[in-house]
């Protein structure tokens, strides 16, 4: 038989499992990567649809980033580095005679992490520049304030679970009737922590 080097090469490689934090989706295993050596595997990041980790079919319409920081002998574990929804899904709740208002800001958690956060309101009618300036600001003012009360973990799982998106929209509503109340995205501007040293396998 010939020799194959790509084939033998990639023989070589490891399968790592890539590991979901232990806060919100307790350390379920999200898929595999291959690599030659342990920090080949840091820094990686891995996109999936939130629906697929939670097998849920209500949460279809977000996806999550996640990023390798951490290695214990084949087991790549990692933080959240950014949850969104699908552009798809935005493009199909913006219907003609309403109103689209977008924002981007960042904040700080209570545990010191800064985010950007880019909330979405779909309004039911058109509205007036004076109203959507109202709803910007009152949410914006609401997402900070929450942000601050919150750790990472628990603002990223409300966000997930639409807690925080109910909870302001009976207050929108007083502004202008809206449709949609939505967080398009939240980044994880602090960078995740690489842990340098490589743990050795049990």
């Known amino acids: ?9 990639w023989s070589r490689k490891k399968w790592f499992e890539i590991i979901a934090p232990t806060k919100i989706f307790n350390e379920i295993v999200l ?32 996806k999550v980033i996640f990023q390798i920081n951490k290695v214990t002998g084949l ?9 969104s929804l699908y552009d798809a899904y935005v493009r199909r709740i913006v219907k003609r005679g309403t109103s689209r208002i977008d924002d981007s800001f960042v904040a700080k958690t209570k545990d010191g992490i800064d985010i950007r956060i880019k909330p979405l309101v779909i309004t039911r009618f058109k509205a007036h520049r004076r109203q959507k300036t109202a709803i910007r600001k009152t949410y914006k003012e609401f997402l900070i304030k929450k942000a601050e ?3 990472f973990y628990d603002f990223i799982e409300k966000v997930i679970n639409y807690e925080l ?22 980044i994880r501007e602090t960078p995740i922590v690489i842990k340098e040293e490589i743990e050795a396998k049990a």
């Open 149 to 151: 009360e919150l750790e």
């Open 165 to 186: 998106q109910n909870e302001i929209r009976p207050v929108l509503n007083k502004i202008f009737p809206v449709s949609h109340v939505e967080i398009r995205r939240v």
């Open 75 to 83: 087991k790549a574990y990692t933080e959240i580095k950014e949850i």
């Open 1 to 9: 038989m010939a020799y194959n080097k790509k084939y033998a090469d």
């Open 31 to 62: 898929g595999e990567t291959p690599a030659y050596e342990e920090n080949q595997v840091i820094g990686r990041t891995v996109d999936l649809n939130l629906a697929f980790i939670t097998g849920n079919f209500k949460y279809q319409n977000m």
